[in-house]
């Protein structure tokens, strides 16, 4: 285990329906991470936490609407997906600042979505 | 924003020959690069990383090179192995002492097959 859980693993909901995905770190990291993963787009970041507060937004819809209650939790709330939205969604986390002694990100086992 | 390139998208060797995967960046202020190994059904792993203080770095089997002017770098596998198959993202960051580390942008990944 590295340290980061998500649940649920896997996920399948309607294009109407309202889910929301939970990522968990226990490292005592500072940062974390939502990234979707498919086919296209390998490795594509979708949204960046520092300290709980939001620091980058690469241009994702708003039907996925994350959020970070404290550094050891992240969620990640979807409402009414198209089906491209079906990827493995993974979480990750890390250390973050100035001479930080590590900038390793530590990847979650990702769940997989599926928009019928 | 930040944009790395990786090649080739799918590689297949046979045991014990090396591998090279390339990966090129275009922001010439990105100063950390590390590469990930993600096994079928697993989550992405840090193999190895280098800073832009440096040219090259080893780990046994697993090398890394940095051509800073040319905004490129490179892992290189030697005598590979059929548990070194797996998919291989790169990425760059960049690093400062006032914000710390900035997000990582992923290459596309490179699929490596070792045929035994």
């Known amino acids: 285990e590295t340290g980061v859980t998500q649940t649920p693993r896997h996920l399948v909901m309607g294009m109407t329906n309202k889910k929301s995905l939970k990522c968990e770190q226990h490292?005592?990291?500072?940062?974390m991470y939502w990234y979707k993963q498919s086919a296209k787009k390998p490795l594509e970041l979708m949204f960046v936490y520092n300290f709980k507060e939001q620091t980058e937004n690469n241009s994702v819809p708003s039907r996925f609407s994350p959020e970070c209650p404290n550094s050891s939790h992240l969620f990640l709330h979807l409402h009414t997906l198209q089906p491209e939205d079906s990827a493995l969604y993974l979480c990750?986390?890390?250390?973050?600042?100035?001479?930080?002694?590590?900038?390793?990100?530590?990847f979650g086992p990702g769940t997989r979505l599926t928009v019928t | 924003g930040e944009n790395v390139e990786q090649h080739p998208s799918t590689l297949s060797v046979q045991e014990g020959d090396s591998a090279v995967i390339k990966c090129t960046y275009s922001d010439s202020a990105s100063n950390y690069f590390p590469w990930y190994k993600q096994e079928l059904g697993k989550r992405p792993q840090l193999i190895i990383d280098i800073r832009s203080n440096v040219g090259e770095k080893k780990d046994q089997r697993i090398a890394v090179t940095l051509n800073k002017t040319a905004k490129h770098f490179s892992l290189h596998i030697t005598e590979t192995q059929p548990e070194d198959s797996a998919v291989y993202f790169c990425a760059a960051s960049i690093s400062s002492m006032d914000t710390g580390r900035r997000a990582l942008t992923f290459g596309s990944g490179t699929r490596l097959q070792v045929q035994p």
């Open positions: 490292l005592g990291h500072n940062a």
């Open positions: 990750a986390s890390s250390l973050r600042g100035a001479g930080g002694p590590s900038y390793e990100q530590y």
